[in-house]
């Protein structure tokens, strides 16, 4: 039996999909991400670093990615990504401290 996959669980290039479900205890009143910024109709937001589209406020992420994120999703992935870059620190320190006391 196939599984239906939730179309509002996709991945852009800049969120996982871990990202993105988090996300979704957001708000929705606007997307979370606009992708193809370079070929819209919002490719201005390339020059200015951002725009704002239904009241929300959003971050051009740059050409390597070339999308638009919702500041509060930005906000919300950068406290996630920070928690995971300091957890996988404390598990290397950790080991390193084991290995340093069996020597």
């Known amino acids: ?30 997307p979370y991400s606009i992708t193809g910024i370079s070929s819209s109709i919002f490719s201005i937001a390339r020059h200015y670093g951002g725009m704002t589209c239904q009241g929300c406020h959003y971050t051009y992420m740059g050409a390597q990615f070339d999308e638009c994120v919702r500041d509060d999703v930005l906000k919300l992935v950068t406290k996630i990504r920070k928690a995971e870059a300091k957890a996988s620190t404390k598990t290397v320190m950790t080991k390193i401290v084991q290995l340093e006391l069996d020597a």
Not at 6 to 13: A, G, H, L, Y
Request: glycine share 0%.
């Open 1 to 30: 039996m196939r599984q239906r996959k939730n179309r509002n669980m996709k991945t852009t290039d800049y969120l996982t999909a871990a990202e993105v479900a988090a996300a979704q205890a957001l708000h929705k009143r606007a």
